[in-house]
């Protein structure tokens, strides 16, 4: 949701300017009836008329998610549950897999004999794009006409979960997926840590930034952080890549322009790598699993903890009122914040699924209103929050994280996810980011290696290009 809007102030006692906020936005950034894929190169299905699951007969449904957590865990199985009181013919049967394991799993799963009908599938190259071009996942664009998802979310948002009908790009052509809940990788604290040192939640990089040596020499940790599961250095390293290089690196995601070896991206880098050296982050951060450093953090070990607002649930209920979150702090007080964020994952049907229409209709009550609300009294960020978020007090944690759900999205300030950008970047930053973590690798060889892993592909899609105009069919074209 990176459409620029007016800045609203923040309001007192209720965060209620939000919904007023994502309504005019949603007037602003999407187009009634279609998604518009037409013109980008999609193209529509053949359901017409919207499903009545309670017609199917008896069904199961088979759904694989990475929800978990307490919060995303808790709201989807009360969806599942009021889903199925509503069609007591459907039985979901619910596969829950941390995200790591679903990466590994899923495609198996897509391509065994028992497919499931329902999957969450990361947008971008690793996973979403290699699925549609292996012809696994169904195009959702008729079922998000007469669902009315156009309307309900805005044009950016749902361009993250389309794949171009030659299959070589996401961000436009065919809808296969539509996701749950909104996410920015925020900066938590805890409010006694940081009182006990003299400090405060830091409006400016450099309060943040300056404060950490205070509370190292006062015997505390800076900033928890675990990177058993090697991808929350991809996250961390993404906050303060944005902090110099926002505009490009999302231009690099997208493959429109930019570099992966550029100072900015070096400078990130080495901020990590000093961040562990200097003690900052725990010793030994490479062998502490990612759970296992949040549950430290809520129990007050570290003042500081950078992740994403679905760790909300779970820490609350550890800390209560000692949490706090916010945006990564901006360069100067009141500036507008940027973060790595955008939308969770992306809930799609199977191109094997056998309930198709039993599965759109599952997935717009997993994405309606009535969802949302659920999702807020749960913990969990809404993609386009509901009207619950109104009496959400604005003072409250909750209220932080909606506040600044708002603030990024008026700003402009979201950039996606690193991970995207390539079908090998995921594992290319996640070993190299290891390495810079353990001192092993140096902040050139770290760019040196996202540059090549980043030329590697761009000279791949152009091959494709001038390939697919001669006509010919490269081992990388999707099928038609």
């Not at 990590?272 to 900052?280: C, E, I, P, S």
């Not at 129990?299 to 009122?321: E, N, R, V």
Request: proline letters at 6%.
């Amino acid at each position: 949701m990176r459409t620029r809007a007016a800045r609203a102030p923040r309001p007192r006692g209720t965060v209620h300017a939000l919904v007023i906020g994502c309504l005019a936005l949603l007037a602003t950034a999407c187009v009634p009836g279609t998604d518009g894929s037409a013109a980008r190169g999609g193209t529509t299905g053949a359901a017409t008329a919207i499903p009545d699951p309670a017609r199917a007969g008896k069904v199961t449904l088979t759904v694989w998610d990475q929800e978990i957590r307490g919060g995303t865990n808790a709201e989807v199985e009360q969806l599942n549950a009021e889903f199925q009181r509503t069609y007591p013919n459907v039985r979901i049967k619910r596969v829950a897999r941390s995200f790591a394991d679903l990466k590994t799993t899923l495609k198996l799963a897509l391509t065994g004999n028992n497919p499931p009908d329902v999957i969450q599938a990361n947008q971008g190259y690793p996973d979403m794009v290699a699925f549609v071009r292996a012809g696994l996942l169904t195009p959702l664009d008729s079922y998000a006409g007469i669902y009315d998802w156009n309307t309900r979310y805005p044009a950016t948002l749902l361009d993250l979960n389309r794949v171009s009908a030659d299959g070589r790009d996401f961000g436009r052509g065919r809808l296969y997926g539509i996701s749950q809940t909104g996410e920015f990788v925020g900066l938590y604290y805890n409010k006694d840590l940081l009182a006990k040192s003299g400090l405060r939640p830091p409006r400016t990089w450099a309060e943040f930034t300056g404060g950490l040596r205070r509370l190292k020499d006062d015997g505390r940790l800076p900033i928890q952080f675990g990177n058993l599961d090697k991808y929350p250095a991809i996250h961390t390293f993404g906050v303060l890549q944005n902090q110099s290089a926002a505009t490009a690196v999302r231009d690099a995601v997208f493959g429109r322009t930019g570099r992966f070896d550029d100072e900015r991206t070096r400078q990130a880098a080495a901020t990590l790598a000093d961040w562990h050296r200097r003690g900052y982050l725990p010793e030994g951060a490479n062998g502490l699993g990612y759970d296992d450093a949040a549950k430290k953090f809520a129990a007050g070990d570290g003042a500081y903890l950078l992740t994403g607002t679905w760790q909300l649930a779970d820490l609350k209920k550890a800390m209560g009122d000692k949490l706090g979150l916010i945006p990564p702090p901006p360069a100067t007080a009141g500036a507008d914040p940027v973060s790595t964020g955008g939308q969770g994952l992306a809930w799609s049907i199977t191109s094997r699924s056998e309930h198709p229409e039993v599965a759109a209709a599952y997935l717009d009550f997993l994405t309606s209103e009535h969802a949302a609300n659920v999702m807020t009294g749960h913990g969990v960020l809404p993609a386009v929050p509901g009207t619950a978020a109104a009496a959400v007090p604005a003072e409250s944690v909750d209220g932080q994280m909606l506040d600044g759900w708002r603030r990024l999205n008026d700003a402009d300030g979201l950039v996606p996810y690193l991970d995207y950008t390539t079908p090998t970047f995921y594992d290319t930053l996640s070993e190299q980011l290891q390495g810079v973590i353990a001192g092993t690798v140096s902040p050139e060889r770290f760019t040196a290696a996202a540059q090549r892993d980043y030329a590697a592909f761009l000279a791949e899609q152009r091959r494709q290009a001038r390939s697919g105009a001669r006509g010919d069919r490269g081992p990388g074209q999707a099928r038609r």
